[in-house]
């Protein structure tokens, strides 16, 4: 098998960027072949980005759910952030494992997208009248971020948030 038919296994965005810019090289050095280069090299460089756009869609879905599970009182829905999470998960394990290339960009890839799925989170927990007072104020002050940093490992592995403590009973 050829080097670059191995890394189209291997690696399919770092193939698409190495496409992309062959197919720009072969414009550029001119043919009579009547190809419009220039899109089918940009359409194949956003094959790969596609797989980027999902890495960020999927982690963003992670944090959402772990800010719930980490604030929310309800619990009904609990079960079913938590199969998210999983999913999320899986879902990224499969496409770290077609695009190794894309690791290098998890850990930015995170925090970009704690910022976005903690503005979703806060929204639906407010929404559901469950913003607490310290979260609420966070929100107002936009200094809600500290308040969720999550590692790459709380993100991509198995940490979940402990269960919210049941108010005591009176007797």
Request: charged fraction near 35%; avoid cysteine; proline fraction near 5%.
């Amino acid at each position: 098998m050829s080097e670059t038919k191995s890394l189209y296994h291997e690696d399919f965005v770092l193939w698409s960027k190495q496409q992309a810019a062959a197919l720009r090289a072969a414009a550029r050095a001119g043919t009579d072949q009547p190809i419009d280069w220039e899109n089918v090299a940009e359409e194949i460089e956003d094959l790969g980005k596609t797989d980027r756009r999902t890495l960020h869609s999927q982690v963003r879905r992670i944090v959402l759910h772990l800010i719930k599970l980490e604030h929310s009182p309800a619990i009904g829905p609990r079960r079913g952030w938590r199969e998210s999470i999983r999913d999320a998960r899986t879902q990224i394990e499969d496409l770290l494992d077609d695009s190794p290339s894309l690791r290098r960009e998890t850990l930015e890839i995170i925090r970009r997208e704690i910022e976005r799925g903690a503005r979703l989170a806060l929204a639906d927990l407010a929404d559901r009248g469950e913003l607490d007072g310290s979260l609420a104020e966070a929100l107002r002050a936009e200094s809600y971020l500290e308040l969720f940093a999550y590692t790459e490992e709380q993100v991509l592995g198995d940490w979940f948030p402990p269960e919210p403590q049941e108010a005591p009973r009176g007797e």
